[in-house]
Nanobody, 123 residues
Framework: QVQLVESGGGLVQVGGSLRLSCATSGRTFRNYAMGWFRQAPGKEREFVAT????????LYADSVKGRATISRDNAKNTVYLQMNTLKPEDTAVYYC????????????????WGQGTQVTVSS
């Protein structure tokens, strides 16, 4: 069993930045690709970014490409999402997930989820 706990969300102004963290339990963190999804009110959960087990490969949704950076520290069992130049449409609950597949980009690919952290971008 893997437990994931997100943190770092909050209220930020348009154009600002946030760094989300997702701390995981267990000793098998390096065996999982990790990803970030988000869900805005009234919308479905959508893919944001994913990172391979080693951290050498990353993929991003077009909506955040160039503004987001996903990274991981396997020694700390933590994955991060740096978001810059935030826009009101980035407002959502952000979830991290862990997957045994290589570069998971759909919800169905993920085995574990955190509880989410709220990001609100005010204009």
């Amino acid at each position: 069993q893997v437990q994931l706990v997100e943190s770092g969300g909050g209220l930020v102004q348009v154009g600002g930045s946030l760094r989300l963290s997702c701390a995981t339990s267990g000793r098998t963190f390096r065996n999982y690709a990790m990803g970030w999804f988000r869900q805005a009110p009234g919308k479905e959960r959508e893919f944001v970014a994913t990172i391979s087990r080693s951290g050498s490969i990353t993929l991003y949704a077009d909506s955040v490409k160039g503004r987001a950076t996903i990274s991981r520290d396997n020694a700390k069992n933590t994955v991060y999402l740096q978001m810059n130049t935030l826009k009101p449409e980035d407002t959502a609950v952000y979830y991290c997930g862990g997957a045994s597949s290589l570069l998971p980009r759909t919800e169905a690919d993920y085995d574990y989820w955190g509880q989410g952290t709220q990001v609100t971008v005010s204009s």
